[in-house]
T-cell receptor, first 114, second 111 residues
Framework: QQQVKQSPQSLIVQKGGISIINCAYE??????FPWYQQFPGKGPALLIA?????SEKKEGRFTISFNKSAKQFSLHIMDSQPGDSATYFC?????????????FGQGTTLQVKP | DAEITQSPRHKITETGRQVTLACHQT?????MFWYRQDLGHGLRLIHY???????NKGEVSDGYSVSRSNTEDLPLTLESAASSQTSVYFC??????????FGPGTRLTVL
């Protein structure tokens, strides 16, 4: 049972464009929603995270939008750069006291063309 | 600098053999986790620990075991390796509600 569904599976964007990756979840007990970035041969690295008490969080070119009623959240990468080419994972956690017990989406491979 | 390391980085073994993957962190994090990564599945939680002597099963724990005798280490043992356990394994750690840091991964092939 996949509790976090991520789309699209792959994405190609031109340099300077906006990359949008979407995730939907089923479990209303989830209370922590991080996004991870992974380069080939490396471990995932935390990019940005949000809790359900806010609808949006922005860090530099990266923004999470969160819609609690629709049980959806998305990652927006503004002014996408070739260096952003990587695999992105959304995740969710129900463990409010410890955030590492994560349910991951299937991942999105992003390619930013120069 | 504090870090999280995994060893070996690559391992080839045979079906039925016992294998232990090491994970060591120097952040003094209380929480440690083991995930496996497979195409189409993202990362799935195998086992986790919230402190010394504490271990818990995750989503895909069958065939795996862990032990936590100190804060820094959480070794993952495959009691009898199976081809279905061919995967990339990631160790991770965090401090309470803080961000989770992942290690560089171990690529395991079971022939």
């Amino acid at each position: 049972q996949q509790q976090v569904k991520q789309s699209p599976q792959s994405l190609i964007v031109q340099k300077g464009g906006i990359s949008i990756i979407n995730c939907a979840y089923e479990n209303t007990a989830f209370d922590y929603f991080p996004w991870y970035q992974q380069f080939p041969g490396k471990g995932p690295a935390l990019l940005i995270a949000i809790r359900p008490d806010v609808s949006e969080k922005k860090e530099g070119r990266f923004t999470i939008s969160f819609n609690k009623s629709a049980k959806q959240f998305s990652l927006h990468i503004m002014d996408s750069q070739p260096g952003d080419s990587a695999t992105y994972f959304c995740a969710a956690s129900t463990d409010s006291s410890n955030t590492g017990k994560l349910i991951f989406g299937q991942g999105t491979t992003l390619q930013v063309k120069p | 600098d504090a870090e999280i390391t995994q060893s070996p980085r690559h391992k080839i073994t045979e079906t039925g053999r016992q294998v232990t993957l090491a994970c060591h962190q120097t952040w003094n994090h209380n929480n440690m986790f083991w995930y496996r990564q497979d195409l189409g599945h993202g990362l799935r939680l195998i086992h986790y620990s919230y402190g010394v002597q504490d271990t818990n099963k995750g989503e895909v724990s069958d065939g795996y075991s862990v032990s936590r005798s100190n804060t820094e280490d959480l070794p993952l043992t495959l009691e009898s390796a199976a081809s279905s356990q061919t995967s990339v394994y990631f160790c991770a750690s965090s401090l309470n509600r803080g961000p989770v840091f992942f290690g560089p991964g171990t690529r395991l092939t079971v022939l």
